[in-house]
């Protein structure tokens, strides 16, 4: 079993920076990948940004340029630096790591706000 603990979120000013962590913890040998996803009201989860083992990431279309996700392997932890934060941006973030042999595992979710 696998257990993501997310920190980080809470009421930004646009324009402004955010740094969200997730730690990971239980019985697995390799992460293959870990990341973030966010769901704003009505519409569907999507992909934020994500880090493959081997140093590959993978970035949304709407976060390009603004965001960056870096993993630690050494502690199994997964950061997101949001910066320029705009107001379209607000969402819940969830942390998701994918091992083999078990799937993909899902963090209880943080709530990023923008606004003035």
């Known amino acids: 079993q696998v257990q993501l603990v997310e920190s980080g979120g809470g009421l930004v000013q646009p324009g402004g920076s955010r740094r969200l962590s997730c730690a990971t913890s239980g019985s697995f040998s390799d992460i293959y990948s870990m990341g973030w996803y966010r769901q704003a009201p009505g519409k569907q989860r999507e992909l934020v940004a994500v880090?493959?083992?081997?140093?590959?990431?993978n970035y949304g279309d709407s976060v390009k340029g603004r965001f960056s996700v870096s993993r630690d392997n050494a502690t199994n932890t997964v950061s997101l630096q949001m910066n320029n934060l705009k107001p379209e941006d607000t969402a819940v973030y969830y942390c998701?790591?994918?091992?083999?042999?078990?799937?993909?595992?899902w963090g209880q979710g943080t709530q990023v706000t923008v606004s003035s």
């Open positions: 998701n790591v994918f091992i083999e042999g078990i799937g993909p595992s």
């Open positions: 880090a493959v083992r081997g140093g590959h990431t």
